[in-house]
């Protein structure tokens, strides 16, 4: 281990023995909304409109047991099809929905509260290639990949839960897919998870993994640690017909919902920010009747992410400005109804963890948090417009969210940091403040320091080896990934293996 290795680990264990400050700069659950880049008028606006595309236009493709449920309460299925939602119904359900709740990790340090404007950074995605450490090279996403995302999640401080990012491209079937996911995702950490599921006949077994996993029949309901990453709306405006039974299945169980909808400005939302926001902000209206209507008041993240299209291409982009502000926006419009809001950022289009991925992410993730978004996802290891993962890019994109969540912070005014005695000290005694009483108080729990970005001269880098951030960001992921990762009992793991055929070797 080299020298910045072993500074490293030593402020690891130091942090694992309580060492660090008892007030650390930065940690989840920042409260955000400062920066708002819609008006109250706009938000109203805005809002009005989504209800007025709900009840005019409706969706379409309802499954039936949604229709049902809907028109008792009001809701008309046209001759067309499409099933119209009133205002009032609407106002009902929002009314009823889930304000705050707790996301479970499997150790309780790990707990999320969810709630006003707190905010948490996390992983999402289904990349289908990794970009190989030190390399331009890019190959199929396999388990082991899974797996070892993970066990790096579980170790860095900044990334506050862990969705599934990749796709294991070696397991084509989808009880084999959606299985081993969920065993690499209990093995590689205790953090709360998220995942996919295909089918609905694959939530029960997945349930029964998890249940195994936590040391029994029961267990996983009583403390859910994992949430459903489910697209019950297909832009635009129709209901995806599997999606919406495997979601139906999943809230029987017990298992938080992220509902997501992801319309592409340009391509399946209106060109206008503004238009596209309307869309998407009804379809994710219309998801939250989905699960309300299920179970009033089940936990649900309310997920608009809008996305965008490089209209010179029709490809959808990740780090653009644009996104950037619709996904701040969509997290000001849901934190206006008093939901629990899921948002994208951080999806850059580069391709390497290079200058374009740093600005693309410090922008989009930075103005999500600003706008105080609970729930950000696919903030970290994602390039390629979420085609592609990179472990390198995951450890860099720690240090960034650090970043983001210290600018959310902000600054506290209090007649304490104001500090007028520790000025008048200064002035009248030693002329400057190292050393000084305020300044010793302050170093752990006002100033955040880079574990990984250079602070150095330029003659003290270039006699260490003149190292950029992707290399030492590989040197890190060596260590980290040299620290076993002992997440399931030995009694549990041997249970899960015996019911179901689980691919990763044994730990």
Not at 31 to 38: A, C, H, I, Q
Not at 302 to 307: L, V
Not at 393 to 407: C, M, N, P, S
């Amino acid at each position: 281990m080299n020298r910045r290795g072993r500074a490293r680990e030593s402020k690891r264990q130091q942090r694992l023995a309580g060492g660090r400050a008892a007030h650390p700069p930065i940690g989840p659950g920042l409260t955000g909304g400062t920066y708002r880049p819609l008006s109250c008028d706009d938000v109203d606006r805005l809002h009005d409109a989504a209800l007025t595309v709900l009840e005019d236009l409706g969706m379409a493709d309802a499954p039936q047991f949604l229709v049902e449920s809907a028109t008792a309460r009001g809701a008309v299925h046209g001759s067309d099809g499409r099933l119209r939602f009133p205002r009032s119904l609407v106002g009902e359900i929002i009314e009823g929905a889930a304000r705050r709740f707790v996301l479970y990790g499997r150790r309780s340090h790990h707990d999320l509260e969810i709630s006003g404007q707190r905010v948490h950074y996390g992983t999402g995605g289904a990349a289908i290639s990794i970009l190989e450490i030190g390399t331009t090279n890019f190959r199929p996403s396999l388990l082991t990949d899974l797996y070892d995302f993970a066990r790096v999640a579980d170790q860095l401080p900044n990334v506050h839960w862990f969705t599934r990012c990749l796709i294991a491209t070696d397991l084509p079937d989808p009880l084999d897919l959606d299985i081993n996911t969920a065993y690499a995702l209990v093995a590689g950490t205790t953090k709360h998870v998220g995942t996919a599921i295909t089918v609905p006949e694959n939530v029960t077994p997945v349930i029964e993994l998890f249940d195994l996993a936590a040391g029994g029949t029961g267990a996983f309901a009583e403390r859910p640690f994992c949430k459903l990453h489910s697209s019950p709306i297909v832009p635009p405006l129709r209901y995806g017909g599997d999606a919406c039974d495997t979601l139906r299945e999943a809230v029987r169980q017990g298992m938080p919902i992220t509902a997501i909808t992801a319309g592409q400005a340009g391509a399946t939302s209106p060109a206008s920010l503004a238009g596209t926001l309307v869309q998407t902000h009804a379809e994710t209206l219309a998801a939250l009747i989905l699960v309300n209507l299920i179970e009033p008041g089940h936990p649900m993240i309310f997920s608009n992410w809008p996305f965008v299209s490089d209209l010179r291409t029709g490809s959808m982009v990740g780090g653009s400005p644009e996104n950037a502000v619709l996904n701040a926006a969509a997290g000001q419009l849901a934190a206006h109804l008093g939901l629990p809001s899921g948002v994208a950022a951080g999806m850059a289009d580069s391709k390497l963890p290079d200058v374009q991925a740093g600005y693309e992410k410090g922008v989009t993730t930075t103005l999500a948090g600003l706008a105080g978004a609970n729930l950000i996802y696919e903030s970290a290891g994602m390039l390629a417009s979420l085609l592609a993962a990179s472990l390198e890019q995951f450890v860099i994109d720690d240090e960034l969210l650090g970043t983001a969540l210290r600018t959310i912070r902000g600054i506290e005014v209090t007649d304490e940091t104001i500090g007028l005695e520790a000025i008048s000290e200064a002035v009248l005694g030693p002329g400057h403040y190292l050393g000084s009483a305020q300044t010793l108080a302050l170093m752990e729990t006002e100033y955040l320091y880079p574990a990984l970005g250079d602070r150095r001269t330029p003659d003290e880098w270039t006699r260490s080896g003149s190292h950029d951030a992707r290399h030492v960001a590989g040197e890190h992921i060596d260590e980290l990934l040299a620290n076993p990762a002992e997440h399931l009992d030995p009694d549990n793991d041997a249970a899960i293996r015996e019911r179901f055929d689980i691919r990763l070797a044994h730990l």
